[in-house]
């Protein structure tokens, strides 16, 4: 008998080694458990219950190991529900059985249960009770594995796992990788999900083997993963990348020095690479990797071998099926372009394929929104040739719909004819236009909430005729009632006062609620640049047509000191320093010291302004300053006081107006005008005394101080300066500037400014307070002060009356760091007294620039060349400035 035990084991084993089990045993015969028909309590039908538990009872303990005997030989032992522990061991002796286990299953509503006792027929353990509860019938399954789970661990004593073990790591933690196997302690022990567990080991990426050891003890089985490591990574090499940065490509791996080596982790960084290169039009890239241990087999270096190969451009964009919208236009809707000559500095021409699949959802809802209401835009083709990149668009445009009629319904306020329908983009007899509906919408909503209808829907209802190609067009309008502002919270303001912030508001408290009110009102905070972030939030009261108002205010701070520097063809070298205070002790007033020094210039001024003067909208403050500039041929030391006052006129325009007296005289005459008798009569003059008063007009639109891209910007400064106020001569001064920034097409941008300025006064009006062109905010093709009329030795003396105009186009060159490039033409003379201003002797200038919006400060090279240049004129010029200025 125990030669055919050891033959049995042998076979055993050789079968489970030969199955390819990672850890081949054998184990003793498991003992054979018979599940009695349970006494069913509640159920509709006992005999569909029953089959249900034995099902579930079969399929559950077969996943786990447990032997249990077929259910039918137990039906026709048992013959019908067993109630009794003495019934039940009658027929486990019948059947041969190790365990029996009898019960009831009760049902009540939607509540379960089962109530079982197992039996062990030797005697050696005590009945144990088992129970599970579950809420609805559908989780019945959930109950037996639960009773399945207590009967495992009582039959198969053996088979539970007691302890589950980690062996042979050295860098990974045993608990990371517990955490990836499902074997836990206190299951039943299951060769199958021990085979699952090792290959879930193996797909963390951190080993080379992955065994397992089981090990019998009287507490169960103590289960060990045995576990190999793969090497260090000592170091990572990037071969062959010129026009990506090592540090990019290795922030884009998910490989890292010193981390353990994952080879799959390496295979998707080859990936990783070439998606980088792709994204910057490499399509031809080829990355390779390769794994050596140079020093021993614990330590890797890995090396990403690139070849860049040349960028693939997009070379053309063709449609098919486009018969009334132009390819041109349909390019013009679309983010990818084919390439230019803008390639080499921008990223035109780049394919990159999750931008060309928005681009066929942009053309699908541009010809939608323009009345092709059945136009589909399909999938492109795209084909690499040698040149580049050439993609075929489908298009089937179908029929382009009308609008048959365009009414306005629902709850309509008074006099809506004036305010809104006469206001409405979206009429009949024109073609089907979704902007403009979306134009009407955002229109419509704007009138009611201004008259005080704090909520308001408008639903479009477009009803399309396909037989006709027409729709019609009804804007719904449903209003609730209006809205009065209560009370108006101020939070945040640690420093301002709160009458500071609610002079600003254009809405308080009592009015009718108006949104263009609160928007102002944000604008307007915003503005004062006191604070970091402005919220006005409406908040809902108990009062139905009363909405209270949060100001969310976060402060910054508005006192600084600061230093900078620079460079200017205009001033040379030059360094700058500031203090100021914008929100004076919270109160909005302004304090400010600036100072400049440079090789031609020098600028000190002390500076005061106090808004809203007797509570009112009325600001005013004063201007002390010392200055010293640098002509052509002399320079002129200034010092004086301005006192001004202001008036704000809507969110954009202001007026001011103010009494100016100063003190010049001009010195350091160069060696030309040492000899020139108008140089040399001013200088004889000694300190000429300005005494004047003067108004002007600014309005400003623009959405951007240094690089605008669209808005508009005016000004007039009419000045009188008189003996009669204590001067030294009498001058009517009058300066007029215009511009406007309008987008052209892509980023272009363009930009027109026009100024001009006219004298009037007495023959004894000083040089200097003559106009004098040339310089980066002039004339580009001259250095400051180097064009207007001149005198019998050349020498430029300045003129009475000028006109400039300056034109541009500017556009994106690294868009992400601010920087644009920009072409000009300037046109422009001064003219003398006795002479009106003539076009056919205005000087011209072109050429291009560069600007950027560094970290350091504003920056701007530009290049005039002269046009049609006579004797005299220079050929060329540049012009530079850089740094802080105030």
């Given at each position: 008998?125990?030669?055919?035990?050891?033959?049995?084991?042998?076979?055993?084993?050789?079968?489970?080694?030969?199955?390819?089990?990672?850890?081949?045993?054998?184990?003793?015969?498991?003992?054979?458990?018979?599940?009695?028909?349970?006494?069913?309590?509640?159920?509709?039908?006992?005999?569909?219950?029953?089959?249900?538990?034995?099902?579930?009872?079969?399929?559950?303990?077969?996943?786990?190991?447990?032997?249990?005997?077929?259910?039918?030989?137990?039906?026709?032992?048992?013959?019908?529900?067993?109630?009794?522990?003495?019934?039940?061991?009658?027929?486990?002796?019948?059947?041969?059985?190790?365990?029996?286990?009898?019960?009831?299953?009760?049902?009540?509503?939607?509540?379960?249960?089962?109530?079982?006792?197992?039996?062990d027929m030797s005697g050696e353990k005590k009945p144990v009770v088992l129970l599970a509860e579950q809420q609805g019938t559908e989780n019945l399954a959930s109950a037996v594995e639960k009773i399945v789970g207590q009967t495992t661990v009582d039959v198969v004593g053996k088979s539970v796992i007691a302890e589950v073990r980690v062996a042979g790591n050295t860098r990974i933690e045993s608990a990371a990788i517990e955490e990836?196997?499902?074997?836990?302690?206190?299951?039943?022990?299951?060769?199958?999900?021990?085979?699952?567990?090792?290959?879930?080991?193996?797909?963390?990426?951190?080993?080379?083997?992955?065994?397992?050891?089981?090990?019998?003890?009287?507490?169960?089985?103590?289960?060990?993963?045995?576990?190999?490591?793969?090497?260090?990574?000592?170091?990572?090499?990037?071969?062959?990348?010129?026009?990506?940065?090592?540090?990019?490509?290795?922030?884009?791996?998910?490989?890292?020095?010193?981390?353990?080596?994952?080879?799959?982790?390496?295979?998707?960084?080859?990936?990783?690479?070439?998606?980088?290169?792709?994204?910057?039009?490499?399509?031809?890239?080829?990355?390779?990797?390769?794994?050596?241990?140079?020093?021993?087999?614990?330590?890797?270096?890995?090396?990403?071998?690139?070849?860049?190969?040349?960028?693939?451009?997009?070379?053309?964009?063709?449609?098919?099926?486009?018969?009334?919208?132009?390819?041109?236009?349909?390019?013009?809707?679309?983010?990818?372009?084919?390439?230019?000559?803008?390639?080499?500095?921008?990223?035109?021409?780049?394919?990159?394929?999750?931008?060309?699949?928005?681009?066929?959802?942009?053309?699908?809802?541009?010809?939608?929104?323009?009345?092709?209401?059945?136009?589909?835009?399909?999938?492109?083709?795209?084909?690499?040739?040698?040149?580049?990149?050439?993609?075929?668009?489908?298009?089937?445009?179908?029929?382009?719909?009308?609008?048959?009629?365009?009414?306005?319904?629902?709850?309509?306020?008074?006099?809506?004819?004036?305010?809104?329908?006469?206001?409405?983009?979206?009429?009949?007899?024109?073609?089907?236009?979704?902007?403009?509906?979306?134009?009407?919408?955002?229109?419509?909503?704007?009138?009611?909430?201004?008259?005080?209808?704090?909520?308001?829907?408008?639903?479009?209802?477009?009803?399309?005729?396909?037989?006709?190609?027409?729709?019609?067009?009804?804007?719904?309008?449903?209003?609730?009632?209006?809205?009065?502002?209560?009370?108006?919270?101020?939070?945040?303001?640690?420093?301002?006062?709160?009458?500071?912030?609610?002079?600003?508001?254009?809405?308080?408290?009592?009015?009718?609620?108006?949104?263009?009110?609160?928007?102002?009102?944000?604008?307007?905070?915003?503005?004062?640049?006191?604070?970091?972030?402005?919220?006005?939030?409406?908040?809902?009261?108990?009062?139905?047509?009363?909405?209270?108002?949060?100001?969310?205010?976060?402060?910054?701070?508005?006192?600084?000191?600061?230093?900078?520097?620079?460079?200017?063809?205009?001033?040379?070298?030059?360094?700058?320093?500031?203090?100021?205070?914008?929100?004076?002790?919270?109160?909005?007033?302004?304090?400010?010291?600036q100072a400049m020094v440079a090789q031609s210039a020098q600028y000190y001024m002390l500076s005061y302004t106090k808004p809203w003067i007797f509570d009112t909208r009325f600001s005013g403050g004063f201007d002390i300053y010392d200055w010293v500039r640098g002509y052509q041929d002399f320079m002129v030391n200034t010092y004086g006081v301005k006192l001004r006052t202001g008036y704000p006129l809507g969110n954009y325009s202001?007026?001011?107006?103010?009494?100016?007296?100063?003190?010049?005289?001009?010195?350091?005459?160069?060696?030309?005008?040492?000899?020139?008798?108008?140089?040399?009569?001013?200088?004889?003059?000694?300190?000429?005394?300005?005494?004047?008063?003067?108004?002007?007009?600014?309005?400003?639109?623009?959405?951007?101080?240094?690089?605008?891209?669209?808005?508009?910007?005016?000004?007039?400064?009419?000045?009188?300066?008189?003996?009669?106020?204590?001067?030294?001569?009498?001058?009517?001064?009058?300066?007029?500037?215009?511009?406007?920034?309008?987008?052209?097409?892509?980023?272009?941008?363009?930009?027109?400014?026009?100024?001009?300025?006219?004298?009037?006064?007495?023959?004894?009006?000083?040089?200097?307070?003559?106009?004098?062109?040339?310089?980066?905010?002039?004339?580009?093709?001259?250095?400051?002060?180097?064009?207007?009329?001149?005198?019998?030795?050349?020498?430029?003396?300045?003129?009475?009356?000028?006109?400039?105009?300056?034109?541009?186009?500017?556009?994106?060159?690294?868009?992400?760091?601010?920087?644009?490039?920009?072409?000009?033409?300037?046109?422009?003379?001064?003219?003398?007294?006795?002479?009106?201003?003539?076009?056919?002797?205005?000087?011209?200038?072109?050429?291009?620039?560069?600007?950027?919006?560094?970290?350091?400060?504003?920056?701007?090279?530009?290049?005039?060349?002269?046009?049609?240049?006579?004797?005299?004129?220079?050929?060329?010029?540049?012009?530079?400035?850089?740094?802080?200025?105030?």
């Amino acid at each position: 008998m125990p030669g055919k035990r050891r033959a049995g084991i042998i076979v055993c084993l050789l079968t489970f080694f030969v199955l390819g089990f990672p850890r081949a045993w054998c184990e003793e015969a498991q003992p054979r458990v018979a599940i009695l028909p349970f006494v069913i309590y509640g159920a509709s039908t006992s005999a569909k219950t029953q089959r249900s538990l034995d099902e579930l009872f079969a399929r559950l303990g077969a996943r786990v190991g447990l032997a249990l005997i077929e259910p039918a030989r137990v039906e026709r032992a048992a013959g019908g529900p067993v109630r009794s522990e003495a019934q039940a061991k009658s027929i486990g002796n019948k059947l041969g059985a190790s365990y029996v286990m009898f019960g009831n299953y009760k049902q009540t509503g939607e509540s379960i249960s089962i109530q079982a006792t197992l039996v062990d027929m030797s005697g050696e353990k005590k009945p144990v009770v088992l129970l599970a509860e579950q809420q609805g019938t559908e989780n019945l399954a959930s109950a037996v594995e639960k009773i399945v789970g207590q009967t495992t661990v009582d039959v198969v004593g053996k088979s539970v796992i007691a302890e589950v073990r980690v062996a042979g790591n050295t860098r990974i933690e045993s608990a990371a990788i517990e955490e990836a196997v499902k074997s836990k302690k206190g299951q039943l022990y299951n060769p199958v999900q021990v085979s699952d567990d090792i290959r879930a080991i193996f797909k963390m990426g951190y080993f080379e083997k992955v065994d397992a050891e089981v090990k019998n003890t009287s507490a169960g089985k103590i289960l060990t993963f045995v576990v190999k490591e793969n090497p260090i990574i000592s170091k990572l090499v990037i071969k062959g990348n010129k026009k990506e940065k090592k540090k990019d490509i290795l922030a884009a791996v998910t490989t890292k020095q010193y981390a353990v080596l994952k080879r799959s982790d390496i295979a998707g960084d080859v990936q990783k690479i070439r998606k980088l290169y792709q994204e910057k039009g490499y399509y031809n890239v080829d990355v390779s990797s390769d794994i050596t241990f140079p020093n021993n087999l614990h330590e890797a270096v890995v090396t990403y071998d690139i070849n860049e190969n040349g960028k693939v451009y997009v070379k053309s964009i063709k449609f098919t099926g486009n018969k009334h919208i132009k390819s041109s236009k349909l390019i013009g809707e679309m983010q990818t372009r084919p390439w230019s000559l803008l390639s080499y500095v921008t990223d035109r021409g780049i394919l990159q394929r999750d931008i060309l699949e928005t681009d066929i959802e942009r053309l699908n809802a541009y010809y939608h929104d323009i009345g092709y209401m059945d136009a589909v835009v399909g999938s492109p083709d795209i084909k690499l040739e040698k040149d580049g990149f050439h993609i075929t668009i489908p298009v089937d445009e179908g029929y382009r719909y009308k609008i048959e009629s365009a009414t306005l319904s629902g709850d309509l306020i008074d006099d809506y004819k004036d305010k809104i329908e006469k206001k409405l983009e979206t009429k009949a007899n024109e073609f089907f236009n979704g902007g403009k509906i979306r134009h009407d919408l955002d229109l419509i909503k704007s009138i009611y909430m201004n008259e005080g209808y704090a909520k308001v829907e408008v639903d479009p209802r477009v009803k399309r005729d396909p037989a006709t190609h027409t729709v019609a067009v009804d804007l719904l309008v449903k209003k609730y009632g209006i809205i009065r502002i209560g009370r108006i919270t101020i939070t945040g303001n640690t420093r301002t006062r709160d009458y500071v912030i609610r002079r600003a508001m254009k809405i308080a408290e009592g009015d009718i609620f108006s949104a263009k009110a609160i928007q102002d009102s944000q604008y307007a905070l915003r503005r004062l640049d006191f604070f970091k972030d402005v919220e006005i939030v409406p908040v809902a009261t108990p009062q139905s047509n009363i909405m209270d108002l949060n100001v969310k205010i976060t402060e910054k701070q508005t006192g600084t000191i600061s230093v900078g520097g620079g460079y200017s063809t205009q001033d040379g070298l030059f360094a700058t320093g500031q203090i100021q205070q914008k929100n004076l002790n919270g109160t909005g007033q302004y304090l400010g010291l600036q100072a400049m020094v440079a090789q031609s210039a020098q600028y000190y001024m002390l500076s005061y302004t106090k808004p809203w003067i007797f509570d009112t909208r009325f600001s005013g403050g004063f201007d002390i300053y010392d200055w010293v500039r640098g002509y052509q041929d002399f320079m002129v030391n200034t010092y004086g006081v301005k006192l001004r006052t202001g008036y704000p006129l809507g969110n954009y325009s202001n007026v001011t107006a103010y009494y100016v007296v100063e003190n010049s005289e001009i010195n350091s005459l160069d060696a030309l005008a040492s000899n020139d008798p108008v140089f040399l009569n001013a200088e004889a003059n000694g300190w000429q005394l300005k005494s004047g008063v003067g108004v002007g007009f600014e309005r400003n639109t623009t959405d951007q101080p240094f690089l605008p891209t669209i808005g508009s910007y005016m000004g007039v400064t009419v000045e009188y300066d008189s003996k009669n106020l204590g001067g030294s001569y009498n001058l009517l001064k009058q300066d007029y500037h215009v511009g406007y920034y309008h987008p052209l097409f892509w980023k272009f941008i363009g930009h027109v400014r026009a100024e001009a300025g006219f004298e009037n006064g007495t023959a004894d009006i000083p040089i200097f307070e003559r106009y004098f062109l040339g310089g980066i905010d002039s004339m580009r093709g001259w250095k400051f002060g180097y064009l207007g009329p001149k005198d019998a030795n050349g020498l430029v003396v300045g003129g009475n009356k000028y006109a400039v105009i300056n034109t541009e186009v500017l556009f994106p060159i690294l868009e992400h760091y601010g920087v644009r490039g920009l072409v000009f033409f300037d046109y422009g003379n001064a003219f003398p007294a006795g002479q009106q201003i003539d076009f056919s002797n205005f000087k011209e200038d072109i050429g291009p620039g560069i600007r950027w919006n560094s970290p350091f400060g504003p920056l701007r090279i530009e290049m005039g060349y002269v046009l049609n240049k006579k004797t005299g004129d220079p050929t060329y010029e540049w012009q530079f400035s850089a740094g802080a200025f105030f």
